[in-house]
């Protein structure tokens, strides 16, 4: 069945670095576009990240642009998200997540993995 | 950016009452791209309706929804002990792609 499971997420000061990752199976992962949405205490689900099929193209939320870099390897069907110069307001679960072409709505989503940005 | 207002906040009901969950878009959302998610506790969002109106794979008929322009619904016919969730709405008009604060169905 369609299966997504993120891991990497944990504890870090402000400043530091994550990479979280996102391991597909089930489908042609190769595809799909794929996102990466968080829920956070102050601002509920936020999208944060999404990348083309291909990884032609990436697009970021304002809160996280210059800070954080979406990827893929299609060939290890794996997404994958580097966060750096993390803040206290990026702690949340992170969920990578599906979207049917064309279409920006989610149709499976990870079981998420939490980060806490915390001194 | 479009800004979804969703209410009530919270909608305490029983078992097998109705339930009806609103979303209000700060502009149009056009061709009706809205979704509509559960979550329960502990869980990811799952998606229930897509193109404002047409029920995900697997979804029960029990859930229906409508709307257009910036006003959408989401209903529960009869609510199961299992609907008792967060809903979230959603638009995908353009980026960015913004969630509603969420309604929790509780059990009264």
């Known amino acids: 069945q369609v299966q997504l499971v993120e891991s990497g997420g944990g504890a870090v000061q402000p400043g530091r670095s994550l990479r979280l990752s996102c391991a597909a199976s089930g489908f042609s992962f190769r595809d799909y576009g794929m996102y990466w949405v968080r829920q956070t205490p102050g601002k509920g689900l936020e999208w944060v990240a999404r990348?083309?099929?291909?990884?032609?193209?990436?697009d970021y939320a304002d809160s996280v642009k210059g800070r954080f870099t979406i990827s893929r390897d299609n060939s290890k069907n794996t997404l994958y998200l580097e966060m750096n110069s993390l803040r206290v307001e990026d702690t949340g679960v992170y969920y990578c997540a599906r979207h049917p072409s064309a279409y920006d709505y989610f149709d499976c989503w990870g079981q998420g993995t939490l980060v806490t940005v915390s001194s | 950016e479009i800004v979804l207002t969703q209410s009530p906040g919270t909608l305490s009901l029983s078992p097998g009452e109705r339930a009806t969950l609103s979303c209000r878009a700060s502009q149009t959302v056009s061709h009706n791209n809205l979704a509509w998610y559960q979550q329960k506790p502990g869980q990811a969002p799952s998606l229930l309706i897509y193109?404002?109106?047409s029920r995900a794979t697997g979804i029960p008929d029990r859930f229906s929804a409508s709307g257009s322009g910036t006003d959408f619904s989401l209903t529960i016919s009869r609510l199961e002990p299992e609907d008792f969730a967060m809903y979230y709405c959603q638009h995908y008009v353009s980026s960015p792609f913004t969630f509603g604060g969420g309604t929790k169905v509780e059990i009264k």
């Open positions: 990348i083309w099929y291909d990884g032609s193209n990436e």
């Open positions: 193109g404002a109106s």
